[in-house]
């Protein structure tokens, strides 16, 4: 038996779904075509499937995931290590030609740099101030200290240019409710 894809994938689509140059660009890891593997499937296909199985799909978000393209990968990585640590994330897939954390999705672009503003969740206030600090060490550029600001009472947070220009945010709203759960969809195991 050989691997299968269902359906068949585009041709955009390389066998190395991974490299960041033969990916449309608004491709994430949520683009590939479920597997299934078979005795003797190939390398590829079980880099595919670790891949997937790496992989936690959500329902019911608003945003499915949010892609990065940005000139020095390393740099980067260094950077988003640093700050998303200090809210307490680690990276759930990382290889030499992009990182991600769970649907933050960071590639090298070859011809573009994206220009964006993300907004992280954070627990408290301390969190927003290590947020702050570590993306100052590593890399970030202050675009707003840690402190109140005026869109609604409790609204804290502090604000970092990344090193390819983007501008980071960790805030916390003060007391909350959760507005809905997440429904956690698998990939069926063969």
């Known amino acids: 038996m050989r691997c299968q894809n269902f359906p068949k994938p585009r041709k ?10 033969r990916l449309p660009r608004s491709a994430s890891a949520t683009f590939l075509p479920p597997l299934r593997l078979g005795f003797g499937a190939s390398c590829i296909c079980r880099r595919r499937l670790l891949w997937r199985k790496a992989m936690e799909f959500h329902q019911g978000r608003l945003i499915d995931h949010v892609h990065l393209r ?3 990968l390393g740099v980067s990585k260094r950077f988003y290590q640093a700050v998303l640590g200090a809210l307490g994330h680690r990276p759930t897939y990382e290889t030499d030609q992009f990182f991600a954390f769970d649907e933050f999705f960071v ?3 070859d011809d573009y740099r994206t220009r964006v503003h993300l907004a992280f969740q954070a627990a408290d206030r301390d969190t927003v101030q290590r947020f702050y600090d570590a993306g100052l060490a590593n890399g970030g550029t202050d675009n707003g200290a840690p402190g ?3 869109y609604h009472p409790g609204y804290f947070a502090a604000f970092l240019l990344d090193p390819d220009g983007n501008n980071v945010e960790a805030v916390h709203h003060g007391p909350t409710m959760r507005s809905s759960a997440d429904v956690v969809v698998r990939p069926v195991e063969p």
């Open 107 to 109: 590639d090298k672009a």
């Open 70 to 72: 940005v000139q020095d």
């Open 148 to 150: 109140e600001r005026p």
């Open 12 to 21: 955009i689509l390389s066998l190395r779904p991974w490299r960041s140059s």
